[in-house]
């Protein structure tokens, strides 16, 4: 059979535009594919990526972007992009405190409490009483383990005793207020690509069930009697003194509250998932200088690129990640579910998704909304080496 010409120009121009993207392909994997580099920790302006695809997605409010993490049988499937409409509807996700992250990630243990609490239900919304006796996990240790003074003084915070029977005397206080326990979630934590056993504070309130009980009957009262107060704490005393096995286990209840397996099983899922699932790729050591080109949209709206210049190790950071991203991963682009986020001083300024190899040394972060932010970044890029 002959072929038209036509149909020769078609096959050779196919041959052509295969062998140059396969060339361009083994070029770039001689390149970059094989580069080793050392795990980086977050700066001061950090673009990071995270796998969306992990229970997270990026929301866009009031022009800047937040991570909140998703319920767990989300379907994952599409733009992990998109408008939060109201703040109602990011209220109802948990948002990943960006800084705190970054933080963490750099090593720093309060911070990472901090992102534990945000990530964690039963910690975010528990109720702090007004004026917070505390108690850390090493006292608390010491008064569980027989230590009389500590002993004493836990029971009268509590107005109970360990073994859960109401104490002879009623501290008003006590009852409404408990204590708070203060103890830490052991979480292994990669700072800079070393393993680190961190250790994140956590703050938890603790009231025993018979002091709940007795304030549960004049807690609508503005103010309540003593007489009020001795009469309800007497009933509920009769109560447990009629039933012993309504007593709490005041002993067994503050151990498991101070327990190191425990809150980690509890309270490190959820950080350690964002952590696990969240890569440096560049910090400010990598750019040279940073540009902001301002343009104007459709509707008429300032919009802001953000160019930066990157060092050749940035250059080819950038280039190894976008290409594992999209070409090694063998994922087409609208399935990658890694989503950067560039982040300046703790706030999100833009998301970009990758959708394409960026071997270049010149990047642009485009349609940036919010002229401050962009305008921070670029000023901060461009004098950081400078010296006060």
């Not at 060339?23 to 977050?42: C, I, M, T």
């Amino acid at each position: 059979m002959k072929l038209r010409g036509s149909h020769k120009i078609a096959i050779g121009g196919l041959a052509l535009a295969s062998a140059a993207y396969f060339g361009w392909q083994a070029y770039s994997a001689r390149v970059v594919d094989n580069l080793v580099f050392p795990e980086l920790k977050p700066g001061k302006f950090t673009i990071v990526g995270v796998d969306t695809g992990k229970g997270y997605k990026v929301l866009v409010a009031n022009q800047v972007a937040q991570l909140v993490e998703l319920e767990k049988d989300v379907d994952f499937g599409g733009d992990d992009i998109e408008s939060a409409t109201s703040e109602q509807s990011l209220a109802s996700k948990r948002r990943v405190p960006l800084r705190d992250m970054l933080e963490s990630m750099q090593g720093n243990e309060a911070a990472l409490g901090r992102l534990v609490t945000a990530l964690n239900d039963a910690l975010r919304n528990a109720e702090m009483p007004a004026a917070e006796t505390i108690w850390t996990a090493s006292d608390l240790s010491k008064a569980l383990a027989g230590d009389a003074a500590l002993k004493l003084k836990l029971e009268q915070n509590l107005n109970v005793h360990l073994d859960g029977t109401p104490l002879a005397e009623i501290r008003p206080n006590a009852l409404r207020d408990g204590i708070v326990v203060e103890a830490t979630v052991p979480i292994s934590v990669s700072v800079g690509g070393k393993i680190t056993k961190m250790q994140a504070p956590i703050k938890m309130p603790f009231r025993a069930e018979f002091s709940k009980a007795v304030v549960e009957h004049y807690k609508e009262e503005v103010a309540p009697t003593s007489n009020m107060i001795r009469g309800f704490y007497l009933q509920e005393a009769q109560r447990i003194a009629d039933d012993p096995r309504a007593k709490q286990d005041i002993a067994g209840a503050l151990k498991d509250r101070i327990d190191a397996d425990l809150l980690a099983k509890q309270f490190a899922p959820n950080p350690t998932r964002i952590l696990e699932n969240s890569n440096v790729v560049l910090t400010e050591d990598f750019v040279e200088n940073a540009e902001v080109v301002e343009l104007t949209d459709k509707r008429g709206r300032k919009l802001y690129n953000l160019i930066l210049n990157l060092t050749d190790e940035g250059r080819k950071r950038m280039w190894q990640y976008s290409r594992r991203g999209i070409v090694v991963a063998g994922k087409e682009s609208s399935q990658n579910r890694t989503q950067l986020l560039v982040i300046h001083d703790g706030i999100a300024i833009a998301a970009p998704r990758v959708k394409h190899e960026l071997p270049r040394s010149e990047i642009s972060i485009s349609q940036i909304p919010e002229k401050g932010l962009v305008n921070e970044a670029a000023d901060f890029l461009n004098h950081k080496t400078q010296k006060p």
